[in-house]
């Protein structure tokens, strides 16, 4: 059994940017986000799927005039049938 956050994602990686010299709205964002964990303690996703096996997917497209474009890619992996990260 697993159990996962997804949906503080985001907030985390938006506030890691700023861990070398946060300012006072980062050090406040950060505390919401801690009270957020601890009145969420109990809730979680149940990854169960059975056999729990982590699988991985990617889609890219392969350019050839990089000058007129940008390649992009993206991926997916997956735990017991769940998504574990995107």
């Not at 969420?40 to 056999?51: A, K, L, N, R």
């Not at 889609?59 to 992009?72: G, H, M, Q, R």
Request: aromatic share 16%.
């Amino acid at each position: 059994m697993n159990f996962s956050k997804p949906d503080i994602a985001y907030a985390v990686s938006r506030l890691s940017r700023y861990t070398h010299s946060p300012n006072q709205d980062h050090w406040e964002a950060f505390a919401r986000l801690m009270r957020c964990l601890k009145g969420t303690m109990d809730y979680g996703i149940e990854y169960s799927g059975f056999p729990t096996i982590l699988e991985g997917y990617n889609d890219a497209n392969w350019i050839f005039d990089s000058d007129e474009t940008k390649s992009a890619s993206d991926y997916v992996f997956t735990l017991g049938d769940g998504v574990i990260a995107w």
